[in-house]
């Protein structure tokens, strides 16, 4: 019996190559699931601009709950505070993250936040979550206390993370600006992709 002879499936004739090892010669290219994701319009930035807090008091900024029936993977998240108007601080700015939260004034004021991109340019896709940003005053209750980092006024922060939220789990952003701040410029930023 002859041997199998592995060809193309475009008639254009190729065949595979097969050396004196009887190892069959391929050629691949892996990509990550992120660079995936982004290549097929999946991927997001959600960021909330510009907020400026009036007092030092622990705020919800950033609030994104997911919609879809695929889940979505928070891989990083991008968190800045500009200089303290009267802050003064030791142990620098506290960010939490929260895992699950579910009400408070960020989602019932439901204010969107200022960006909801699709990180490939050429992608019309759009996904389907509740993003809204808070504002000093805002509440946030629900969910338990899950990633806290600290970080100098003035400063961005990127830290690399690998959250999963399935469809109808939420994940929230707080920032507690300096004591006896009275004005600093904060923003939180999620870069995401759904999985799958």
């Known amino acids: 019996m002859s041997g199998m002879t592995i060809k193309d499936g475009t008639g254009a004739g190729y ?4 050396d004196s090892n009887n190892r069959v010669h391929t050629y691949s290219v892996t990509i990550g699931e992120d660079s995936q994701a982004n290549l097929d319009g999946n ?8 907020i400026t807090l009036t007092n030092a008091t622990e705020t919800p900024i950033l609030y994104i709950k ?14 800045y505070c ?11 700015v506290k960010w939490v993250i929260v ?8 989602v ?32 946030m209750t629900g969910g338990d206390d899950h990633i806290i980092v600290r970080g100098a006024t ?14 109808g789990s939420s994940i929230g952003f707080k920032v507690a600006a300096p004591t006896s701040n009275t004005s600093m ?5 999620a870069v995401c992709h759904l999985e799958g």
Request: charged share 20%; proline share 3%; no cysteine.
């Open 108 to 139: 019932s004021n439901a204010t969107a936040v200022d960006i909801e991109s699709n990180r490939n340019y050429g992608s019309n896709n759009t996904v389907l979550f509740d993003s809204y940003k808070g504002a000093t005053g805002s509440t």
């Open 154 to 167: 003035f400063a961005r922060i990127t830290e690399p993370i690998n959250e999963i939220i399935p469809k």
């Open 66 to 79: 997911n919609n879809e029936d695929r889940d979505l993977n928070v891989q990083s998240m991008i968190l």
């Open 15 to 18: 065949e595979g190559k097969v």
């Open 82 to 92: 500009g200089t303290s108007t009267g802050g003064t601080a030791t142990l620098g």
């Open 99 to 106: 895992r699950n939260p579910t009400a408070g004034t960020i």
């Open 43 to 50: 991927a997001y930035n959600v960021n909330t601009g510009d």
């Open 185 to 189: 410029v904060v923003y939180a930023a």
